[in-house]
């Protein structure tokens, strides 16, 4: 089932820091995977994405890595900026549906 | 980028009363249209999965008497919420994928449903 009812883990960085930020997720047959930014009030925002056959992925400022083998998936953040302060969401489609199931979420604050 | 529109982003209604909400994908067809419920704090939960020219297709535990779903052509799907009650209130969001743009889904704006 999907990991719902929980209250968001808070990280809390400076800025000009690097952010990594966490998910484990509990399907192996999940083939796809997705970061979302989230703020207040907004819906959510593509940040970047993985597929299975792959371990590390670069966009700009951002890096997901993906760890199959502990099913964990981590999104680093360079150089963290206060507008990134934002609920962060890893999401996953599991094997052969393309509906993402959503995570628990990160809440990052960015201190200036 | 492809725009997924909700409307209205605001609503307060009583309790008793239905209250209707839009998606619209601006500039993209999509037969399907996913609809999501996020409580405060909390992860998005998906409720069901709306298919244009058919039944929608709901989630264990979501009641498809009480969350009518419509979708009424490729470009628009609509959440009823009949008969509110106050622990209706949440955000609702709604997502859709482009016909033929693999795993891409774009995500609305939500909209806050405030039930008193």
């Known amino acids: 089932g999907e990991s719902v009812g929980l209250h968001l883990p808070t990280l809390s960085v400076q800025e000009g820091d690097n952010s990594i930020i966490n998910c484990a997720y509990s399907?192996?047959?999940?083939?796809?995977f997705i970061w979302y930014k989230q703020e207040s009030g907004k819906g959510p925002q593509f940040i970047i994405d993985i597929r299975s056959n792959m371990d590390k992925r670069q966009g700009q400022r951002v890096t997901v890595l993906l760890n199959k083998t502990v099913k964990h998936l981590s999104l680093q953040i360079a150089a963290t900026q206060p507008g990134d302060s934002a609920v962060y969401f890893c999401a996953e489609n599991r094997g052969g549906s393309y509906i993402p199931t959503f995570g628990r979420g990160t809440s990052l604050i960015v201190h200036p | 980028g492809a725009v997924v529109s909700q409307h209205p982003s605001r609503v307060i209604c009583k309790s008793g009363t239905s209250v209707k909400i839009e998606c619209r994908s601006l500039?993209?067809?999509?037969?399907?249209m996913f609809w999501y419920r996020q409580f405060p704090k909390q992860s998005l939960m998906l409720m069901a999965t709306s298919n244009e020219g058919s039944k929608a297709t709901y989630e264990q535990g979501v009641e498809k008497d009480k969350f009518l779903i419509n979708h009424a052509s490729l470009t628009l799907s609509t959440l009823t919420v009949t008969s509110a009650h106050p622990e209706d209130s949440s955000f609702y969001i709604c997502?859709?994928?482009?016909?033929?743009?693999?795993?891409?889904?774009?995500f609305g704006e939500g909209s806050w449903l405030t039930v008193v």
């Open positions: 399907n192996s047959a999940s083939d796809y």
């Open positions: 500039d993209f067809q999509a037969t399907t």
């Open positions: 997502s859709a994928p482009p016909l033929g743009a693999g795993n891409t889904i774009y």
